[in-house]
Structure formats: structure tokens, C-alpha cells
């Protein structure tokens, strides 16, 4: 079945780095489009970023623009998250999500149908 | 940025009711909308698609409606497992845009 397995939250600074890992499984990953959302302690959801199935194009939210970075490796399966210059208002439960149509990420998006469990962030002093 | 406007943002029914949950897009959004049942400590779980279809696998007494601007996410015939979180999404532009969300408590 289509699995998505996130890695690499912790406990981190403000101003430092963190990179997450998320590994595909079940699927040909190399074909979809793939988000990050993260969810802050008791609130919503907020989408973060979106990489298109080949890696050529990326969108982000103005929260996180300039800061965080959205990497692939398809020969992986595997999607990654570069944070950095990191803030408390970071602090959250990151989701790697697969879009729901094959091809996507680039120009459109058919939003995400399979989650992975997340992954928590804190960034605190 | 498209906002959605979510309501209302607390409900509590009681088994058998209908519940229904409404979205308001600023702008106009075709049928660019989902909706995802959270429970607490998990991932959500994709229930509706492009406004109206049901995901399979999704007990039919979900259903959701509208065009445009104005979404409804309905529950037929509530039941005690259906006590979450919904939230509403918005894939017709980037960036991707959710509804604040609405929690459905049991009475």
C-alpha cells in the first residue's frame, strides 16, 4: 500500500537548521508531485511547499519563502525539507503529502490524498 | 492568496443528525476543493474530492457540494467515529490554502 514514512524533527535553536527526510513507498514516486503541511500545536493546517514529480519547479508559502527548501531524489523515493534560519513560530508537526494526480506539482495541483504521520518540530531556546 | 472561511469553527451533534460544514472561498475557485477528517495525534485522511466526490472507501452517508465559492460538506446519519476534525482546501491556485477547520464533537 502507499506509504509515506517522514523523518528528522527534533528540538532545534532559533536560527538553525533542520532538514526532513519523507521515503515513498507503494508507489512510483517519481511521477507525483509532493507537499509539505505543517500543523502548529492545537491549530490548523497550513501547506508549506510543493515540488513538481520531476523536481524542475517548486512553490512556497510566503511564511517560509527564502528560508526552507523543497529537494528530491527519485532514484530515492525520497522527499526532503531544508529549514533554515529557523523560528518558534516553526514549531509544528510536518506532513509529507503525495498530490492525488499523477503529473502534478508544476503548474497545478490536485491537492494531497495520502499523509505520512508527521514528524515534530520544536524550536525553542 | 485565496482565504477560505471556515463554519462553523465548533459543533456538537448527536448520533443520527445531519451535520453540515461550510466553506467560503474569496475568490472563485471552480470545484478546486477538498476535505480531510483528522482525528487527534493522527494524519488527516482525504474524504472529498473537486467538491463533490466521494474518495472510495469513505462511508457513503459523507457527501459534499457547491461551485464557485461557497462549498458544504455533509454528514448524513452521523455516527460516534465521525467526532473530528474537517478542513477544507483549496488546490485551484498556488499557494494551497486551507479552511481554519471545524471540530465535531458528540453530544
Known amino acids: 500500500q502507499v506509504q509515506l514514512v517522514e523523518s528528522g524533527g527534533g528540538v532545534v535553536q532559533p536560527g538553525k537548521s533542520l532538514r526532513l527526510s519523507c521515503a515513498g513507498s507503494g508507489f512510483t514516486f517519481r511521477n507525483y508531485g509532493m507537499h509539505w503541511v505543517r500543523q502548529a500545536p492545537g491549530q490548523g493546517l497550513e501547506w508549506v511547499t510543493v515540488i513538481s514529480y520531476d523536481g524542475d519547479k517548486k512553490w512556497y508559502a510566503d511564511a517560509v519563502k527564502g528560508r526552507f527548501t523543497i529537494s528530491r531524489d527519485n532514484s530515492k523515493n525520497t522527499l526532503y525539507l531544508q529549514m533554515n534560519r529557523l523560528r518558534a513560530e516553526d514549531t509544528a508537526v510536518y506532513y509529507c503529502?503525495?498530490?492525488?494526480?499523477?503529473?502534478?506539482?508544476?503548474?497545478?495541483?490536485?491537492?494531497?490524498?495520502?499523509w505520512g504521520q508527521g514528524t515534530t518540530v520544536t524550536v525553542s531556546s | 492568496d485565496t482565504t477560505l472561511t471556515q463554519s462553523p469553527a465548533f459543533m456538537s451533534a448527536t448520533p443520527g443528525d445531519i451535520v453540515t460544514i461550510s466553506c467560503k472561498a474569496s475568490?472563485?475557485?471552480?470545484?478546486?476543493v477538498n476535505w480531510y477528517q483528522q482525528k487527534p495525534g493522527e494524519a488527516p485522511v482525504f474524504i472529498i474530492e473537486e467538491a463533490t466526490t466521494l474518495v472510495p472507501g469513505v462511508p457513503p452517508r459523507f457527501s459534499g457540494s457547491g461551485y464557485g465559492t461557497e462549498f458544504t460538506l455533509t454528514i448524513h446519519n452521523m455516527e460516534s467515529e465521525d467526532a473530528a476534525f474537517y478542513f477544507c482546501l483549496q488546490h485551484d491556485k498556488f499557494p494551497l490554502t486551507f479552511g481554519q477547520g471545524t471540530k465535531l464533537e458528540i453530544k
Open positions: 475568490q472563485g475557485i471552480d470545484d478546486d
Open positions: 503529502a503525495k498530490d492525488s494526480r499523477s503529473g502534478s506539482g508544476g503548474s497545478y495541483s490536485y491537492g494531497m490524498d495520502v
